[in-house]
């Protein structure tokens, strides 16, 4: 699988936007930028996914560079429920193949 | 439609006993799909599955695990003659028959084991 790499963690205000960025240098024109996420005690759940084009759903946004070499996970607006580690992780599409998390974002909100 | 079941929530052995976890995928998906999270680490991919085969195996200890997917019933992770170290909590997700890139993987709420 391509590499990601995120920051180890970040910190919002609850109620505000909060931007996760993703740096995938080594993206192939067939992988697919997918966002898992882990709230404490839990397993991981599903956040969003995209390949070239802005893709919005009821949990987030995912804003995907022109060269795709980045991709940044918007959460519109953060509530003390969205602390958790959140992970950036390429697919290559056409591939039977398994999901590799790496060490994630661990995003703290602050009351 | 019931999510992935894992059971169970949690599981004590002694060292020296076998440890089954069970995984029964989402209705419709035949791939299966288990990660270890040891504590303060990430996931660890272990092993992935189809119905009757094992697909990859890489991540999986060469000793004492192994794990199956028959053609009936829940997918089973077995760890023989526990050790302390296998303390961790076991997630297992499945995904629908495509497999393919864009599918989205359902985890279930994993079962913690604590080896005494």
């Known amino acids: 699988d391509a590499k990601t790499t995120q920051p180890n963690s970040m910190e919002s205000n609850e109620e505000e936007p909060v931007h996760l960025p993703c740096n995938h240098s080594?993206?192939?024109?067939?992988?697919?930028i997918h966002w898992y996420r882990q709230l404490p005690s839990q397993g991981p759940e599903y956040v969003i996914h995209g390949l070239t084009s802005n893709v919005n759903n009821r949990m987030a946004s995912l804003a995907i560079a022109e060269d795709r070499k980045s991709s940044t996970l918007i959460l519109h607006r953060a509530t003390l429920r969205d602390a958790a580690v959140y992970y950036c992780i390429l697919r290559d599409s056409g591939r039977d193949d398994k999901i590799i998390f790496g060490k994630g974002t661990r995003l703290h909100i602050l009351p | 439609n019931a999510g992935v079941m894992q059971n169970p929530r949690h599981l004590v052995r002694r060292r020296g006993q076998e440890a089954r976890l069970r995984c029964s995928p989402m209705k419709g998906h035949s791939h299966v799909y288990w990660y270890r999270q040891l504590p303060e680490e990430g996931l660890k991919f272990m092993v992935y599955l189809q119905k009757e085969n094992i697909i990859d195996e890489s991540g999986m200890p060469k000793e004492r695990f192994s794990a199956e997917f028959p053609k009936e019933g829940p997918s089973i992770l077995r760890i023989q003659q526990v050790v302390r170290g296998d303390s961790a909590a076991y997630f297992c997700?499945?995904?629908?028959?495509?497999?393919?890139?864009?599918?989205?993987?359902?985890f279930g709420s994993g079962t913690q084991l604590s080896v005494l």
């Open positions: 080594t993206i192939s024109g067939t992988d697919y």
């Open positions: 997700a499945s995904s629908p028959d495509t497999g393919m890139a864009n599918e989205k993987l359902f």
